[in-house]
């Protein structure tokens, strides 16, 4: 069975994830594989998005593990998604 396609309305813009950076750090983000959160590596937090709407609140992040950073692309890379 495959999966419907994403509503266009709830997928969150890549130039839109250029300007975003972490209200912790100031620091970039990265998009997980999933594109279901955006990480920041300096806070080690990962902040969900929901409907295509990044939830850059404290209240809403969650811990990220060391190890788990380790997996992430280079913050020099292509790590936008496109």
Same mark, same amino acid.
């Given at each position: $069975?495959?999966?419907?396609?994403? #509503?266009?309305? &709830? /997928? =969150? !813009? +890549?130039?839109?994830l250029? $300007?975003? /950076?972490c209200?912790?750090?100031?620091?970039r983000?990265?998009?997980s @594989? !999933? &594109?279901?959160?955006?990480? %920041? +590596? @300096?806070?080690?937090l990962?902040f969900?998005? %929901? $409907?295509? /709407?990044? =939830?850059? *609140?404290?209240?809403?992040?969650?811990? +990220?593990?060391?190890? *788990?950073?380790? @997996? =992430?692309?280079?913050?020099?890379? #292509? &790590?936008?998604?496109r």
């Amino acid at each position: $069975m495959t999966t419907p396609p994403a #509503d266009p309305r &709830h /997928v =969150l !813009d +890549v130039r839109t994830l250029e $300007m975003l /950076v972490c209200p912790i750090t100031k620091t970039r983000l990265i998009l997980s @594989a !999933d &594109h279901r959160e955006l990480i %920041s +590596v @300096a806070a080690r937090l990962a902040f969900p998005i %929901s $409907m295509g /709407v990044p =939830l850059l *609140s404290l209240d809403e992040a969650r811990s +990220v593990e060391p190890e *788990s950073l380790r @997996a =992430l692309p280079d913050l020099d890379g #292509d &790590h936008y998604g496109r």
